[in-house]
């Protein structure tokens, strides 16, 4: 692959030939199976009319809920890919679309392990609200920030999760895994696309948390199968970065990566900290507090007895206790510590979200975390989306199986094995895309006030790469995890994407 070799891996570029083979020999197999007949559910279609904002008319749109068989090397189905797609409808397209390729976006979710769950509430054009009390009760609500009026929109499962399927006993090894799972997100991509007769629009990969490993090597895999794809764009939200895994004997390595990863999270600490109005840094500015904390932090390869207060005072926390740790306070001690004399804890995945104590310790992991949707929702969300894609949409899965919105079975049965055609890290993955796509561009989008993947983490791997250019930006908020879904952050994080989505820089 051009790609890879542009990065010293061209030794690798035979093997890439090879795989991209064996993926589009995988794709045919998909289509022999879907030829064959075996069964499936139905696709579920409903049409609904998304009431535009501002500068967007009415549309309707078209909502496709369906499974797409994944094949074995028998042709047999061994698992299933459940999707729901959201198309505005041909006859209502504007005279601003004729003529014009439409661009189609993928969303995937993290974990790994997660349905698209968080990402299709957020960017669909129609999402559920509370849980109904009646089955035959109406639950959703629109959405008017969707960019459906400017793309179409896929929300995708990977296998295991959502309603999508493990159908042979043991078949679950071939998709939970760093290699695996890209490689059935890049079969997904262009089985969905021959099916609608999309192959030549413009795509866009949307990936958050774990899916920022996810879209990049799936996007590689994609292009080696499908080297005419017009792959527009990336938005990669709260990205987790990947690579291969450190040697453990390697102490020197290993520390560096603790230290890197501990200054990663006191930048969060720290805006967390004057969010609550405590520590040094209250009153400023999200970008004041960053462009100060970090400077201090990437002077210092280690922290000394200065440091340990000025930390302390960052922070918010006694000296006493940063002076113990080393300067690294970890996660838990921060976050049931900064409230304490409230007696609350702070989020995880929103570190500005709070709850009592005693309550988040009545729960179990990970729903004792005060960011999880115990607290923030006043609803059921299994039972909301059950319902909205049962009734609303009318998609009927097979059998009477639940709607897995995280499969713990994926998650703790994942292979971190990082592939060799993947290179050195994701920004190496990332590089290369960029080199083999020249109409490609890349957003990262970052939030100040996340601690599940801190942002210093992927802001400084990759700039390190010197990836940030003209086709390559990353952008804070002050945001959580998930950027997009932020009140204050979402105006802006809906703009930068409208101009992804556009070709804008």
């Known amino acids: 692959m051009s790609g890879v070799a542009a990065n010293g891996h061209g030794g690798r570029a035979a093997s890439g ?32 009319t998304w009431p535009g904002h501002a500068n967007a008319p009415a549309r309707t ?100 999760t959502g309603y999508s399927r493990v159908l042979r006993e043991g078949a679950g090894a071939g998709y939970w895994g760093v290699a695996q799972d890209a490689e059935a997100a890049a079969r997904f991509v262009a089985a969905w696309l021959r099916r609608h007769g999309r192959e030549r629009d413009p795509v866009l990969l949307v990936g958050q948390s774990y899916a920022g490993i996810r879209v990049p090597l799936a996007a590689q895999r994609l292009l080696e199968a499908m080297p005419d794809l017009d792959l527009r764009g990336l938005l990669l939200v709260s990205p987790s970065i990947g690579g291969p895994r450190a040697d453990a004997a390697d102490a020197a390595a290993q520390a560096r990566r603790d230290h890197a990863r501990c200054r990663a999270r006191l930048a969060v600490y720290a805006q967390t900290a004057a969010f609550h109005g405590i520590g040094a840094q209250a009153g400023r500015a999200p970008a004041e507090i960053a462009a ?103 998609y009927r899965p097979a059998g009477e199986g639940d709607y897995v919105r995280l499969s713990l079975a994926a998650h703790g049965a994942w292979d971190w094995t990082w592939p060799a055609w993947a290179g050195a890290s994701t920004a190496t993955v990332l590089d290369g895309l960029l080199a083999r796509a020249p109409g490609l561009r890349v957003r990262v989008a970052v939030g100040y006030y996340d601690l599940s993947v801190p942002y210093l983490e992927p802001v400084r791997a990759f700039e390190a790469a010197g990836l940030p250019g003209p086709r390559f930006a990353i952008v804070r908020y002050p945001a959580g995890h998930a950027v997009h879904a932020d009140r204050e952050a979402r105006p802006r994080s809906f703009a930068d994407l409208r101009a992804l989505i556009g070709g804008a820089p």
Request: one cysteine or more; charged letters at 20%; aromatic letters at 6%.
């Open 17 to 48: 030939l090879l795989a991209a083979g064996a993926l589009l020999a995988g794709l045919l197999a998909c289509a022999a199976v879907a030829r064959a007949g075996d069964a499936l559910p139905e696709p579920a279609r409903a049409r609904w």
């Open 61 to 160: 749109v078209e909502v496709v809920a369906e499974e797409l068989p994944m094949a074995a090397a028998d042709g047999g189905i061994e698992a299933t890919m459940f999707s729901t797609a959201y198309l505005a409808a041909p006859d209502d397209a504007g005279a601003g679309d004729a003529g014009r390729a439409r661009p189609v976006a993928f969303f995937w979710n993290g974990g790994p392990g997660s349905a698209a769950v968080g990402l299709h509430a957020t960017f669909a054009p129609r999402t559920p609200g509370a849980a109904p009390e009646r089955a035959e009760a109406r639950g959703s609500i629109d959405n008017p920030d969707s960019p459906i009026d400017i793309a179409d929109l896929v929300f995708v499962d990977p296998v295991g």
């Open 292 to 394: 100060d904390v970090e400077a201090f932090l990437a002077a210092r390869e280690r922290f000394d007895a200065d440091d340990h207060a000025r930390i302390a005072a960052d922070i918010g926390l006694p000296r006493e206790q940063v002076a113990e740790a080393g300067g690294c306070v970890a996660p838990l001690a921060f976050q049931t510590g900064l409230l304490a004399a409230r007696g609350e804890r702070i989020g995880t995945a929103d570190t500005r979200l709070h709850a009592p104590l005693a309550l988040t310790r009545t729960r179990q992991p990970p729903y004792d975390d005060p960011a999880t949707s115990p607290y923030t929702l006043g609803y059921d969300l299994d039972a909301a989306w059950r319902h909205y894609l049962r009734h609303e949409i009318g």
